[in-house]
């Protein structure tokens, strides 16, 4: 089956604590994003890729780190520094160039509690 | 001026009827255009994609874009109970990137039995 994935899709973590979300596709896709969704709000992006060992600041990237080494993987690092880290974080994967393209398609999401 | 607008709802209809969903952007973001149906506590899911003027349908989705009014809305027929979830508009900017979606805050639908 082809999709998204991410793990886990609950985390508990204490304040001060780095934490790292997984995101996986096999849609062969070129560019990856990561939001995160606040209840009443609309998705943020955070960061996003095209390519591999690329990747590009969104709107509210402050407190989180990614990598792109490979090109089915995205993983995205909350670090301590990162006010109000609670929220329910998606990933997502989309091919680039052309009409069909730019379609995003998420994965489960991850629901992060920091307490 | 935000980028990409919606009626946050909740918007009622009885089951069968037809729902429209409404959505408007500003100049900037007007280049493809893309709604997600979300329920309660999961990630969106990608229903409709449009790119040009006028309608589009799948199954009981039509998408309808008006560029020129700068309005894409989302009609659903024969609505049923498991459409209740809530309705996010996107839409890419003119800049050329793979960034640039942005996204309405949704509607929520709910369809009553």
């Known amino acids: 089956d082809g999709g998204i994935t991410q793990s886990p899709k609950y985390l508990f973590r204490k304040e001060g604590q780095n934490v790292t979300l997984s995101c996986e596709q096999n849609l062969n896709h070129d560019a990856m994003y990561w939001y995160r969704q606040d209840p009443g709000q609309g998705l943020r992006l955070i960061y996003y890729s095209q390519i591999v060992n690329d990747f590009q600041k969104g709107d509210i990237a402050e407190g989180y780190s990614v990598s792109r080494e490979k090109k089915e993987s995205f993983p995205l690092t909350v670090t301590s520094a990162q006010k109000n880290p609670t929220a329910f974080y998606l990933c997502?994967?989309?091919?680039?160039?052309?009409?069909?393209?730019?379609?995003?398609?998420f994965g489960p999401g991850t629901r992060l509690t920091v307490t | 001026q935000k980028e990409v607008e919606q009626n946050s709802g909740p918007l009622s209809v009885p089951e069968g009827a037809i729902a429209s969903l409404n959505c408007t952007y500003s100049?900037?973001?007007?280049?493809?255009f893309f709604w997600y149906r979300q329920y309660s506590g999961k990630s969106p899911e990608l229903i409709m994609s449009?790119?040009?003027?006028g309608d589009k349908e799948d199954g009981r989705f039509t998408a309808q874009l008006n560029k020129a009014s700068q309005y894409v809305s989302l009609l659903i027929r024969d609505s049923q109970p498991s459409d209740s979830a809530t309705y996010l508009c996107?839409?890419?900017?003119?800049?050329?990137?793979?960034?640039?979606?942005?996204f309405g805050t949704g509607t929520r639908l709910t369809v009553i039995p």
């Open positions: 449009i790119y040009s003027n």
């Open positions: 996107a839409v890419r900017g003119l800049e050329t990137g793979a960034n640039n979606l942005f």
């Open positions: 100049d900037r973001v007007s280049q493809s």
């Open positions: 997502a994967s989309s091919s680039v160039g052309g009409q069909g393209s730019y379609e995003q398609y």
